[in-house]
């Protein structure tokens, strides 16, 4: 039974890391110097988005998986910036991946998300920014559908609007 129980626990903690990241771990990472075209203050995008969204997007934060608006999303239609309304991914590359998180196969548009190298949580993962403003969407890893590039694109809901076809 204890054995039972640290399995478990061990199980929920992995899948809570899978795709998120902590907010806390985030603030050093958020202190690069690079420009992005669209920067604003964290008070202006406070004004743009929504609480999660914020949270998410500014912040480097995750929302709870299982527990959010696309995870289960299975309309025709894209995914946009909840920060510009740019295109990122479309339901046509979204597949179940079990994590609790929409997941996708790839970007509509390559250059619209850039891959940056996270190191919280005691791991190395790629973070997926939005180019043009360097705002957090997800994260990226090597374990997707073999014959649709192996890539699984883990993204936060909170980090979308979506636009049903």
Aim: charged letters at 25%; glycine letters at 8%.
């Amino acid at each position: 039974m204890k054995n039972i129980v640290c399995i478990s626990a061990a199980l929920l903690f992995m899948i809570g890391t899978s795709c998120g990241q902590s907010a806390k771990t985030a603030k050093k990472e958020n202190s690069n110097s690079k420009k992005f075209p669209i920067e604003k203050s964290e008070n202006e995008w406070k004004k743009i988005l929504s609480p999660i969204a914020f949270e998410v997007m500014v912040k480097k934060g995750t929302e709870t998986p299982f527990k959010n608006p696309y995870n289960s999303n299975y309309q025709k239609g894209i995914y946009v910036s909840a920060a510009t309304g740019e295109p990122l991914f479309s339901s046509e590359d979204k597949f179940d991946s079990g994590t609790g998180w929409p997941s996708f196969t790839k970007p509509i548009n390559p250059k619209a998300v850039t891959v940056v190298q996270d190191n919280s949580l005691g791991m190395v993962r790629g973070e997926i920014i939005e180019t043009s403003t360097g705002l957090h969407l997800g994260h990226v890893f090597d374990d997707g559908p073999a014959d649709k590039g192996g890539k699984r694109y883990c993204m936060n809901s909170a980090a979308f609007k979506f636009i049903k076809k």
